[in-house]
C-alpha cells in the first residue's frame, strides 16, 4: 500500500491551455474524489468515482472540466482552456466503503497556476 | 445543505502544552460522520480522528481527542501535550452517512492555522 499518488506535483500553464491531473488511488479502493482547494479554503468537493462510474458531479465542475476513471483504476482531470480562476490545489482521493471503513485517503495534490 | 464552520483561523500552543480547535457545523441530519484533518505545510492531508454520530462516547487516538456534542452540533480536537511536528493546518469535515448521490462528499471547514511554539 503506497497512499494516493498524483502527478504532476506542479504544473504552470498559460491561460486558454489544456492540462490534465492523474492520480492513482489506493489499489483496492473503489472510490475515486475529486477535489478542489484555493488559498485559504478548505477543499471542495468537484466529482467523484465509484468503480469506472462518474456517480456525481458539483456545479463547480464546470464544462470545461472532465474527469475519467478508465477501468475503475486511476483516474484524469482534464481542464479545456484554462482560466486564471482556475489556479488552485488539486486534490485526489480514495476510499474502500466496506463495513466500518469509509475514511478518505488524500493524495499529495496538484497545485496549478494559470499565467 | 450542510456547511461546517472553523471560527479560529490561528491558534498556536506552547509545546508540550493542550490545545482545543473547535468546530461547530449545520445538519438537518441525524446520523453522519465527523473528521478532523491535519495538512502539514507542503505535504498532503491525512486523517487525525474520526466520530460516527450514533456513538456517544468520543473518539480518541493517542494525543487527540474530540469533544462531540451532538445537540450542539460541536465537534471540538482537544491536542495534548504538543510537539512540534503538530503544527499544521487543521480541518473539520463532515460526511452523511446516507447512500448514494453526493452523500459522499466530504464538506469541509475553512480549517485552523495551528502553530506550536518551543
Known amino acids: 500500500d503506497t497512499g494516493v499518488s498524483q502527478d504532476p506535483r506542479h504544473k504552470i500553464t498559460k491561460r486558454g491551455q489544456n492540462v490534465t491531473f492523474r492520480c492513482d488511488p489506493i489499489s483496492e479502493h473503489n472510490r475515486l474524489y475529486w477535489y478542489r482547494q484555493t488559498l485559504g479554503q478548505g477543499p471542495e468537493f468537484l466529482t467523484y468515482f465509484q468503480n469506472e462510474a462518474q456517480l456525481e458531479k458539483s456545479r463547480l465542475l464546470s464544462d470545461r472540466f472532465s474527469a475519467e476513471r478508465p477501468k475503475g483504476s486511476f483516474s484524469t482531470l482534464e481542464i479545456q482552456r484554462t482560466e486564471q480562476g482556475d489556479s488552485a490545489m488539486y486534490l485526489c482521493?480514495?476510499?474502500?466503503?466496506?463495513?466500518?471503513?469509509?475514511?478518505?485517503?488524500f493524495g499529495p495534490g496538484t497545485r496549478l497556476t494559470v499565467t | 445543505a450542510q456547511t461546517v464552520t472553523q471560527s479560529q483561523p490561528e491558534m498556536s500552543v506552547q509545546e508540550a502544552e493542550t490545545v482545543t480547535l473547535s468546530c461547530t457545523y449545520d445538519t438537518s441530519e441525524s446520523d453522519y460522520y465527523l473528521f478532523w484533518y491535519k495538512q502539514p505545510p507542503s505535504r498532503q492531508m491525512i486523517l487525525v480522528i474520526r466520530q460516527e454520530a450514533y456513538k456517544q462516547q468520543n473518539a480518541t487516538e493517542n494525543r487527540f481527542s474530540v469533544n462531540f456534542q451532538k445537540a450542539a452540533k460541536s465537534f471540538s480536537l482537544k491536542i495534548s501535550d504538543s510537539q512540534l511536528g503538530d503544527a499544521a493546518m487543521y480541518f473539520c469535515?463532515?460526511?452523511?452517512?446516507?447512500?448514494?448521490?453526493?452523500?459522499?462528499?466530504?464538506?469541509f471547514g475553512k480549517g485552523t492555522l495551528l502553530t506550536v511554539n518551543p
Open positions: 482521493a480514495s476510499s474502500l466503503e466496506a463495513g466500518s471503513s469509509y475514511e478518505q485517503y
Open positions: 469535515a463532515y460526511r452523511s452517512a446516507k447512500s448514494g448521490g453526493s452523500n459522499y462528499k466530504l464538506t
